[in-house]
């Protein structure tokens, strides 16, 4: 069936169709999705590991690298614990506003 074919479906079309044969295509349809799927990540891979190739990448080396950590809070604001920092980068306006108060960094350490 074409594409353009599909298209022409409409809702009136399908309520004609029984219940359970609905279901049934409905079954077929989630498997056919599924498949499509699995067929589009396929290909994209092959193309992904020739442009890897090309680059002269190791495209294992990039898909398999571990996920970068967040950095580990060194700093916590006492009036809103939801606000951190991690030291890195620059302060945040919570923390120098309290600096400017009078306070020191040492004292919002975690």
């Known amino acids: 069936m074409k594409i353009s074919e599909l298209n022409k479906i409409t ?3 399908l309520v004609i169709i029984p219940t359970k044969a609905l279901e049934g295509f409905q079954i ?3 498997d ?3 498949r499509r799927k699995e067929k ?3 290909e994209f891979l092959e193309k992904l590991a020739i442009l890897a190739d090309e680059s002269g990448v190791v495209l294992e080396e990039i898909l398999l690298s571990p996920p970068r ?7 916590r604001n006492p009036d809103d614990l939801s606000q951190g920092w ?3 980068g620059r302060k945040p ?3 120098l506003a309290l600096i400017e ?3 020191t960094i040492k004292e919002f350490e975690v």
């Open 69 to 75: 950590r967040s950095p580990t809070i060194r700093y």
């Open 86 to 88: 991690s030291g890195r």
């Open 28 to 30: 077929t349809l989630n």
């Open 101 to 103: 108060t009078g306070r």
């Open 11 to 13: 809702i009136d079309d």
């Open 93 to 95: 306006n919570w923390l």
């Open 40 to 42: 589009d990540k396929n």
């Open 32 to 34: 056919a999705i599924e």
